[in-house]
């Protein structure tokens, strides 16, 4: 796993554990977005630096997607008045071809 996307993994990580001045759910679930946000600069750095000539390579399209469909769920739930269940789709979760 390439440097830039570990860092962006700690980083999500320790703004998850670490202290948050939010004092309602729906101010938490707007903080996450706004973390899988931080994300993006991350990703593209590290898709930037991956070795192209391997034969098996990450695959940031798909880890861009699932964080967009999370991403929507979030919103969704967090500016919804009466959040009910709906369906989505699997995240992909293997991000290897």
Not at 8 to 17: K, N
Not at 44 to 61: L, P, Q
Not at 64 to 70: E, F, H, K, M, Q
Not at 81 to 91: F, K, V
């Amino acid at each position: 796993m390439k440097r830039p996307l570990l860092c962006a993994m700690a980083i999500l990580a320790s703004t998850l554990t670490g202290p948050v001045q939010a004092d309602t759910e729906r101010e938490y679930l707007m903080r996450l977005t706004q973390e899988i946000d931080a994300l993006a600069p991350l990703i593209e750095a590290a898709e930037e630096n991956a070795d192209k000539s391997r034969r098996i390579r990450f695959r940031y399209d798909w880890l861009r997607r699932d964080l967009a469909r999370i991403r929507e769920g979030l919103l969704e739930h967090a500016t919804a008045d009466q959040a009910e269940p709906r369906r989505y789709p699997p995240l992909r979760g293997d991000y290897r071809r």
